[in-house]
């Protein structure tokens, strides 16, 4: 639109410049070097158009000629370019595919024709560890580091390779550096609060996990149960270093954050007796209970108060069964009780009660056979109830969530795989009942002689 209105402007202006001329005839004499020319003013100014017309297309055609060598410099370069990026795209395909000698073919051909190291250092690197040359690839991942755009690649390429053979201290230096660099890298965030906890560096940690949680957004209950967690990290070491206030000051933390995870009120209740507050603890306890019963919980609150008492440790244990009524755990912690105080008319409603709620473990069944055993001396069915504790499932345990490592005492990290935060109490994989026998409905009264 406004190059018509630029035409239909200069159209105008070339009409009235016509015009102009026409209305205003004259002659122009020029007078040069014994020459002489003369003609009209109209004849002259179209002269000057013409002239002005050819000296433009001369100098565009001089321009053309002069550029020439260059564009065609460009255009083959463009074609190398073309055909550099199109083997690096196949390089990086072969490498996804698990393709080693086709990755180095066209890595080899992307380095040939793309003249650009930093391109294809990457894509050397990853060839390099396809064909299990892990000190070529270290090399590549190292040179990278001398490029500003490249060093970020290079450390999470080297972290990667520390990570593989196991080294921690050199993964973390890595893993700082990394986030140093990009610290709005979820993926850094997340090793670098791996590695802090893995080292037992809390304080680090929890700065990396608020870091993680802001970039990875994860559920509430996730977020909860992962700083529990980690404040218990924290309590574990300040209570190793000597700091007892330390230690209590986290594991309140812990408790207010999840207050269903189990091994934080038994860290908790543990601080407190170990400073003498009993009433604390059982409080810390009691409160735990409610929600989730466990057998450690059951057995430090018996342990806090009195424990040679046995009519006493009854009465408290039929408490918790008050607390969270028909908890299986609250039912065996009272047949225990009822055994030690030779109650054995309770011991055998509670462990009937047990095996009603469907835990069948070796534990039940082995105070099973205690009871056979110091109540009737019934030696028969002491053998039956061995007997099927031997074949029973074992009891829950702590079960990392990862690899099944199992553990009888909670820990932040599972030794084996180092996954953090993933036990649960649950029955070890393998270790399920192994006869029928465990099936069949028992009642304690048919066993009866
Ligand atoms: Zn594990």
Known sequence: MVRLIFFLCALVAVAWAGVWVVDHPGRVALNWGGWQVEMSAGVMALGIILVAIISAITYRFWLFITRAPGRIGHLLQDRRS??????????MVAVAAGDAAEAQNQVKKADGLLREPPLTLLLRAQSAQLNGDENAAETFFKTMLDDPEMEFLGVRGLLNQALKRGDESDALALARRAQVLKPKSAWTADILFELEARGGHWDKASVALTQMHRLTPVTMGESQHVRAVALLGQSLEAETSGDDQGALKFAKKAVRENGKLIPAALRLARLYLKEGQIRKATNVIEKAWVTSPHPDLAA?????????????????????????????DGHIALAKVALEAQLWGQARTHLQAAIDSGRTTRTVYTLMARLEDEDRGDKELVRSWLTRAAAAAADPAWVCGECGHVETEWKPHCPKCKSFGGFKWETPPGYEALSTLNAEPLRLEAQNP
């Not at 073309?82 to 390089?91: E, R, V």
């Not at 430090?300 to 069964?321: H, I, T, V």
Request: aromatic share 8%; hydrophobic share 30%; net charge positive.
């Open 300 to 328: 430090l609150y018996l342990d806090a108060n009195e424990p040679s008492d046995g009519l006493k440790q009854f009465s408290r244990a039929e408490k918790l069964l008050v607390l969270h009524p028909g908890s299986t």
């Open 82 to 91: 073309q055909k550099g990026y199109k083997a690096l795209t196949k390089g």
